[in-house]
């Protein structure tokens, strides 16, 4: 038997660790999904989600009505998500580097550095046109291709059915494809 959302934040809220980690595994794509979009490096958006899943174990009895838990979860992923810039800022301007930063810059064997340059530029036009889709189209690509997320999952998530979701990822799609073709002329992306 499945517990539903608000069961499960209710039970975490009095300290049922197993109710939030079936919590994390129900909304970890999407977090992941919307953090990625916002930082566009897998591995920074990684511990992003990790520290948001740590900051909402914390502070889950803020949770003031347990069917707001997603959009609290969201809330606290933004937070996180600011902190990081801010700390990141704060480093440049004192010009301290962490080991990780010096051996990141590091061009990889494989590829030279126009193409890693290249790369990165054509996965920020990417991203930059996804973030301007709208919301309804935006959430169920970014789970569906940032966050790997099957359509079952998806459409719980949202609230879609199967035939709601597979019009909504196509036209998704066919939206994100045009902007791209009329920003960039990138078509070879989709």
Partial sequence: MSSSDEELVLKSQRGDR???EELVRRTARLVFARIFLEVGNVHRAEDLVQETFLVGWRSIRQVSVASGFRS???AVANSVVVDSIRRESRKKRSG???EGDVIGTIAGA????AVAAEKSEEREKVLSVLRSLPEEYREPLMLRY???ADYQT???QLGLSNGSLRG???RGLAMLR??????SGADGWL
């Fill in 72 to 74: 609290w979860l969201f």
């Fill in 154 to 156: 998806i459409g719980q």
């Fill in 18 to 20: 197993a109710a939030f």
């Fill in 110 to 113: 494989e590829a030279g550095p």
């Fill in 146 to 148: 940032i966050g790997g």
């Fill in 168 to 170: 909504m990822l196509s």
């Fill in 178 to 183: 045009s902007r791209l073709t009329q920003n």
């Fill in 96 to 98: 301290k580097r962490e």
